[in-house]
């Protein structure tokens, strides 16, 4: 399937199969970065349903008026033709710029460099003041190859400490994360704001800053904290869109089946040793104000409910865990939800199986949709039996 994005904002498709060739048409709407596109076959209409975020676009396919859905992820690989004024609308006007000596009290310890992956040019550095008893925040941007910078230093506290380092997200060009002496803090804006991600990091100096290339995590390399690791994949999909927005649901990322290992002994008392994150899968959603009732409903591909979470209901970024069990209770005068045909579960016992699962997030009156993905251990063995030896002897059911 290719897709092509014209300056109007009209999106063209075709799709090709050893059955078929066919294309469509549809809408890009700027705002959100959401595409949609309709695509007629002879085996029946495909309607596209995907979010730009950065030079991917990734979403779902509904196949024969939602029969089922296909989560699908594509990258960028040319650039459409862009009219003169659909460019300068989407490049916004440079600040005047200066050299790193104006904007410096004196010369300061280079303490990182970044260099944009999607903008040409554009490189960002951290200063690093503490060897001349100074502790101020220095955060730099410059768009014309080091010629003029700018400061991002924006609402940063002084008391933030010292920058360590600056990075640029893999997925979000607007994304940027900074390590300082006392904490790592992100901007969703490229530097215009910046907030304290304080979930559950102590005060600690953050030197660097990695990002995992598929699994949607960041790692903070601390002075005496060791490794920091942080879900950043709602971040990553966060806009000014998202952000004025009553509810949004952000996509979840591929939850893994991971297989627990035998315990090998006690090390006593003193554990050195950190909290992993909740099992399962961990999905984001925001709101805009206050909210009456959150309800997270997960369903399988056949529309039987699975799960039912209450969710918060304050406004802000929240998250709620599933950990891959069947919660839901049966409905009433017939058969319970259950895993597709001729595979089997108990209740109250082991998780259900790998696949692709319906999630549905109810904010009052609103109705907000998402894909999950659920994948097996890539490092355990897989067999007929392997579903069913962490389950209980609870009540069995079978399709």
């Not at 970044?114 to 040409?120: D, G, L, Q, T, V």
Request: glycine share 10%; proline share 6%; with cysteine.
């Amino acid at each position: 399937m290719v897709l092509r994005l014209d300056p109007t904002g009209t999106i063209t498709g075709s799709f090709k199969s050893s059955m078929t060739d066919a294309t469509g048409d549809g809408k890009f709407d700027p705002a959100t970065q959401g595409v949609t596109l309709n695509i007629e076959t002879e085996q029946g209409g495909l309607e596209v349903i995907g979010t730009i975020t950065g030079t991917e676009i990734s979403g779902t396919v509904d196949v024969g008026g939602g029969a089922f859905s296909v989560a699908f992820t594509a990258k960028r690989t040319g650039d459409a033709p862009v009219a003169p004024a659909a460019e300068a609308a989407k490049t916004p006007p440079k600040a005047p710029g200066e050299s790193l000596e104006k904007l410096l009290p004196g010369p300061r310890w280079v303490s990182s460099i970044e260099a944009s992956r999607f903008r040409r040019g554009c490189v960002s550095v951290t200063c690093d003041g503490h060897r001349s008893n100074d502790d101020k925040p220095y955060v730099f941007v410059s768009e014309d190859y080091g010629v003029t910078w700018r400061s991002l230093v924006s609402n940063l506290p002084d008391n933030s400490g010292t920058t360590h380092v600056i990075r640029e997200d893999l997925k979000n060009e607007n994304v940027l994360y900074l390590g300082t002496e006392f904490a790592i803090f992100v901007s969703v804006d490229r530097g215009q704001s910046w907030t304290k991600l304080n979930s559950n990091l102590p005060t600690v100096a953050v030197h660097e800053v990695a990002l995992h290339p598929t699994a949607g995590e960041l790692v903070a390399a601390t002075h005496g904290r060791s490794l920091w690791i942080l879900d950043v994949s709602a971040l990553r999909q966060i806009t000014a869109a998202t952000l004025a927005a009553d509810a949004y649901l952000y996509r979840p990322q591929p939850a893994v089946k991971w297989r627990s290992q035998p315990s090998r002994g006690s090390s006593g008392t003193r554990k050195f040793v950190g909290q992993n994150p909740p099992g399962g899968a961990v999905i984001y959603y925001s709101l805009g104000k206050d909210a009456g009732a959150v309800e997270l409903k997960i369903t399988d591909i056949e529309g039987r409910e699975l799960a039912e979470i209450a969710g918060e209901t304050q406004a802000g970024l929240h998250h709620i865990a599933w950990d891959l069990r069947r919660t839901a209770a049966p409905p009433s005068g017939g058969q319970p939800a259950g895993p597709p045909r001729g595979q089997r579960f108990r209740r109250g016992g082991g998780t259900l199986p790998s696949g692709q699962y319906l999630v549905t997030l109810t904010v009052d009156d609103q109705q907000l949709k998402q894909v999950l993905t659920v994948e097996d251990d890539p490092d355990a063995a897989t067999d007929a039996s392997g579903f069913e030896e962490a389950v209980d002897t609870d009540t069995d059911f079978e399709d």
